[in-house]
T-cell receptor, first 119, second 115 residues
Framework: AQKITQTQPGMFVQEKEAVTLDCTYDTSDQSYGLFWYKQPSSGEMIFLIYQGSYDEQNATEGRYSLNFQKARKSANLVISASQLGDSAMYFCAMRVTYGLTGGGNKLTFGTGTQLKVEL | ETGVTQTPRHLVMGMTNKKSLKCEQHLGHNAMYWYKQSAKKPLELMFVYNFKEQTENNSVPSRFSPECPNSSHLFLHLHTLQPEDSALYLC??????????????FGQGTRLTVV
């Protein structure tokens, strides 16, 4: 079975500072994808960044970067130069292929981290 | 605007009512999903449809009945729900449920309250 763990229920960061949101995962599949989503109070989930298990370089997308440490099974999201509009819930998620473990096509989510950006 | 539209945005229903949630996407995606999001719990995958065929039913009670008439539309029919079914129901779509690196695009959700 696949599992995503986000240990920080809430985080505060000052505007223009960088913040790291933690995510660890557990899977026995060798091939998987890791995603981060942002959910503002409006409810929709907004895709931020993707990291494949075979990607050698850490993914970056604008102010978002993913600190991928495969041996430690961690995929932390780093947001640089925080803005007030970054205040939201952030979810880490993992997708596995149809593998020997029968993970199928599920996109498994963590419990999320509520980020608040302060002036 | 993500290209996935859910209606209604809010729904209050009694335990004996029958209602339906609608999801529509015009992104050309082949896979559609229903998720349930309850407070302080991870998003729970309910159903997956790939090319209109249901490929995943994650042990969802029969009072939730999905329908996928075509690749662009997905419904969730609700009947005799319980108060604990109150949650945000999110619809998502992706290029193909079997593809590893495709992100899912989500709608804004339907906030369901069962009274």
């Amino acid at each position: 079975a696949q599992k995503i763990t986000q240990t920080q229920p809430g985080m505060f960061v000052q505007e223009k500072e960088a913040v790291t949101l933690d995510c660890t995962y557990d899977t026995s599949d060798q091939s998987y994808g890791l995603f981060w989503y942002k959910q503002p109070s409006s409810g929709e989930m907004i895709f931020l960044i993707y990291q494949g298990s075979y990607d050698e370089q850490n993914a970056t997308e604008g102010r978002y970067s993913l600190n991928f440490q495969k041996a430690r099974k961690s995929a932390n999201l780093v947001i640089s130069a925080s803005q007030l509009g970054d205040s939201a819930m952030y979810f880490c998620a993992m997708r596995v292929t149809y593998g020997l473990t029968g993970g199928g096509n599920k996109l498994t989510f963590g419990t999320g981290t509520q980020l608040k950006v302060e002036l | 605007e993500t290209g996935v539209t859910q209606t209604p945005r809010h729904l209050v229903m009694g335990m004996t009512n029958k209602k339906s949630l609608k999801c529509e996407q015009h992104l050309g995606h082949n896979a559609m999903y229903w998720y349930k999001q309850s407070a302080k719990k991870p998003l729970e995958l309910m159903f997956v449809y790939n090319f209109k065929e249901q490929t995943e039913n994650n042990s969802v009670p029969s009072r939730f009945s999905p329908e996928c008439p075509n690749s662009s539309h997905l419904f969730l029919h609700l009947h005799t729900l319980q108060p604990e079914d109150s949650a945000l129901y999110l619809c998502a779509s992706s290029q193909g449920a079997e593809l590893l690196n495709t992100e899912a695009f989500f709608g804004q959700g339907t906030r369901l309250t069962v009274v």
